[in-house]
């Protein structure tokens, strides 16, 4: 079990946002939490999403995954990136529980890296908070302040800058934690063979809500309504539009927004959406509704698939949200909502009273048989 080594709530109220800092010795204690032939494993998989960067003379390149061997991979100046590895390793999974004190909803993923000596991905910004973890090996890091910086590199994809001043300079080892928030130009260079583990968080922007809103709008056809003004008179001003007839278009649409029904069941949607593949399998066989009933009074404990995305809204527990899709608990079965959300596992026990109602049942049969829970192994 990894436990973090210092007050992740002083650290929130010092740097999260504002600036990047070096957290030496982040863990109590750190072992990593995958081997790195298991990490050449998942750039294999087809639905991971890996990549190979090498810089060879300079020359910047980028190969996508997956990769059915690494014989003619160079063993300096490369690395191999997988994303959403907590989704597909339960090493990863372990490594990011201590975090799970930060909101589920901003929670983007856990990148691992396996860097070869000289290797990185290249002074870069991103716009992520991201805790990039140092496993084994040695790394230096340099990260510089927000400001304006010329792309580099197009053509490798890899979001490159040209070059910037460090207000970080420093080398990483084993347990060692660099936190860059959004906006700070960073890059890594690795002294010995190494393996790091970045936990991202991502912050959606104003255009992305306003874009993903009109999406839902869309989607379950609301607001498909006509401006309506049956006391229309003629007027002189032929081309103009009246602050009136503004201020009613306007409120068309500010009703459109404000409607909190919509606007509460497109947030949990929206915020519940993963990014990445999630390893989801349905139950095969298909749980039976006593089995279930019955591994509910034995409680025995069900899993959340990793990286699942389970939400709900402070003042509504009646509905929650699993993946991008609103779900509503049977009456009565409100509790369900923080023991499916705010738990990455449960039991019978957890829910109490509403362990036996069977609307409940019936709903959380459904949810295993999609693969959205299954029972610990
Ligand atoms: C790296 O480890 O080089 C990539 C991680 C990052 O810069 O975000
Ligand atoms: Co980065």
């Not at 929130?12 to 863990?27: D, Q, V, Y």
């Not at 799970?100 to 890296?113: S, T």
Request: charged residues 25%; glycine residues 8%; aromatic residues 10%.
């Amino acid at each position: 079990m990894y436990q973090l080594n210092f007050d992740l709530n002083s650290f929130l109220s010092t740097h999260w946002h504002r600036k990047p800092t070096i957290i030496r010795n982040g863990f109590v204690e750190f072992d990593d939490p995958i081997t790195p032939d298991e990490l050449a494993g998942l750039a294999m998989e087809e639905e991971i999403d890996s990549r190979f960067v090498t810089n060879l003379d300079g020359n910047w390149q980028a190969q996508h995954g997956p990769f059915e061997n690494f014989d003619d991979f160079p063993d300096t100046h490369s690395q191999l990136v997988i994303q959403a590895a907590n989704h597909w390793h339960p090493g990863l999974r372990e490594l990011a529980e201590p975090f799970r004190v930060l909101p589920n909803w901003l929670f983007d993923d856990v990148m691992i890296c396996l860097s070869m000596p000289n290797g990185g991905v290249g002074p870069h910004i991103d716009q992520y908070d991201v805790f990039i973890i140092q496993g084994m090996g040695k790394r230096r890091w340099r990260v510089g302040d927000k400001g304006d910086y010329k792309d580099a590199n197009h053509h490798t994809g890899l979001r490159q800058i040209e070059g910037f001043d460090p207000i970080i300079d420093e080398v990483l080892e084993p347990g060692d934690i660099l936190y860059i928030p959004p906006g700070f130009p960073h890059e890594g260079n690795t002294i010995d063979v190494s393996m790091s583990y970045s936990i991202g968080y991502r912050s959606p922007k104003k255009l992305e809500l306003l874009s993903g809103f009109a999406d839902y709008v869309l989607t379950n056809e609301l607001g498909d309504i006509h401006y309506y003004d049956p006391n229309l008179q003629t007027r002189e001003e032929h081309g103009m539009i009246p602050t009136a007839e503004f201020d009613a278009l306007n409120n068309m649409l500010m009703k459109l927004l404000n409607d909190p029904k919509a606007k509460s069941r497109w947030m949990g949607e929206q915020l519940s959406q993963s990014r990445h593949e999630l390893d989801i399998m349905p139950a095969e066989p298909p749980w039976a509704a006593d089995e279930l009933f019955q591994f509910m009074e034995e409680n025995l404990v069900l899993e959340k698939v990793s990286g699942l995305k389970a939400l709900y809204h402070e003042d509504d527990l009646s509905v929650i949200f699993l993946n991008g899709e609103s779900i509503e608990l049977p009456e009565g079965c409100e509790a369900a909502a923080r023991v499916l959300c705010d738990q990455e596992a449960f039991t019978g026990e957890d829910l109490g009273p509403i362990a036996n109602n069977p609307a409940l049942l019936a709903l959380l049969l459904e949810l295993c048989n999609q693969g959205y829970w299954y029972p610990q192994a």
